[in-house]
Nanobody, 121 residues
Framework: QVQLKEFGGGLVQAGGSLRLSCQAS????????MGWYRQAPGKQRDLVAA???????NYADSVKGRFTISRENAKTTVYLQMNTLKPEDTAVYYC???????????????WGQGTQVTVSS
């Protein structure tokens, strides 16, 4: 019943901005970590940014200074503010969460279906 749903993908010109959001829903006891990964055609999926319950964040070197990850106080929604976008940022962006469903007693990994971000030059 746990589901991650992404919003905010689209097409933007180089130098522009987009804001992605991801909502976790379902019978969730707690969420440990939420973040974003991306995968370009023919390439592996790798980490873009992540935020833990403590508020600590982790960014890929390629997006530092341009992207900002944040998490609402309810801790069920995570955002990725993407500024100064470059064509090389074009990829499918996947929401990720490490959480504990109700009644399970341990953490599990969950993934969204992905949202396309295309940056034109």
């Amino acid at each position: 019943q746990v589901q991650l749903k992404e919003f905010g993908g689209g097409l933007v010109q180089a130098g522009g901005s987009l804001r992605l959001s991801c909502q976790a829903s379902g019978t969730i006891f707690s969420i440990n970590t939420m973040g974003w990964y991306r995968q370009a055609p023919g390439k592996q999926r790798d980490l873009v940014a992540a935020v833990a319950t403590s508020g600590s964040t982790n960014y890929a070197d390629s997006v530092k200074g341009r992207f900002t990850i944040s998490r609402e106080n309810a801790k069920t929604t995570v955002y990725l503010q993407m500024n100064t976008l470059k064509p090389e940022d074009t990829a499918v962006y996947y929401c990720y969460a490490k959480l504990m469903p109700l009644g399970l007693g341990y953490l599990e990994d969950y993934w969204g279906q992905g949202t396309q971000v295309t940056v034109s030059s």
